[in-house]
């Protein structure tokens, strides 16, 4: 069993930046795909980034292609999700989630894992 904690979530304004890690219990982390997902009010969840367990793949929707950047540290069990030029529509709940295969996938309906969640809100 996993389990993960986001943390990192907050109110920004437009334009600015926020960071979010997950922290992941277990030893197999390291051998594990991850992802962030995320969720607006009223809206479906939607896949954000996702990274292979050696981090040398990555995937990125489109929306924040450019602005989002997806890390991982192996050695410390965290995953990160750096977010620069936020903007008004990326305000959701983040979501950090884990899939028992190395290699990632972009549908949230393949990761076996969940945390909580991070509230990220962004003004205008």
């Known amino acids: 069993q996993v389990q993960l904690v986001e943390t990192g979530g907050g109110l920004v304004q437009a334009g600015g930046s926020l960071r979010l890690s997950c922290a992941a219990s277990?030893?197999?982390?390291?051998?594990?795909?991850m992802g962030w997902f995320r969720q607006a009010p009223g809206k479906e969840r939607e896949f954000v980034a996702v990274?292979?367990?050696?981090?040398?793949?990555?995937y990125y929707a489109d929306s924040v292609k450019g602005r989002f950047t997806i890390s991982r540290d192996n050695a410390k069990n965290t995953v990160y999700l750096q977010m620069n030029s936020l903007k008004p529509e990326d305000t959701a709940v983040y979501y950090c989630?884990?899939?028992?295969?190395?290699?990632?996938?972009?549908?949230?309906?393949?990761?076996?894992?969940w945390g909580q969640g991070t509230q990220v809100t962004v003004s205008s």
């Open positions: 990274i292979s367990w050696s981090g040398g793949i990555t």
């Open positions: 989630a884990a899939r028992r295969l190395r290699i990632p996938s972009t549908r949230g309906n393949e990761y076996d894992y």
């Open positions: 277990g030893r197999t982390f390291s051998t594990y795909a």
